[in-house]
Nanobody, 115 residues
């Protein structure tokens, strides 16, 4: 099982980024997927979740209206579109899913929001 995030980088406040997570080693289309993030010195926090078929999404209150989670089951990828970024959004972003009592994580991608 492998999750590989990409798309992070340095962006100015108010800017946008689109993160991608490529999944392999499991039947991607049968699992809900989530994004989490971890800022320096803080605990990892949940960002958003999407159902296995992409028909349902849920967001942390702080991200509602700014972030959009989506997926492409044909490509085994999940995405996080982030708009109106703020310095507080600076963190390492992880994609993740839970299966058979275990949670699997990617290595993360760094997002830095700074002028």
């Amino acid at each position: 099982i492998q999750l590989v995030e990409s798309g992070g980088g340095l962006v100015q406040p108010g800017g946008s980024l689109r993160l991608s997570c490529a999944a392999s080693g499991f039947t991607f289309s049968t699992y809900g997927m989530s994004w989490y993030r971890q800022a320096p010195g803080l605990e990892r926090e949940w960002v958003a979740t999407i159902t296995s078929d992409g028909g349902g999404t849920n967001y942390a209150d702080r991200m509602k209206g700014r972030f959009t989670i989506s997926r492409d089951n044909a490509k085994n990828k999940v995405y996080l579109q982030m708009n109106s970024l703020k310095p507080d959004d600076t963190a390492v972003y992880y994609c993740t899913f839970r299966a058979r009592g275990l949670r699997y994580w990617g290595q993360g991608t760094q997002v830095t929001v700074s002028s």
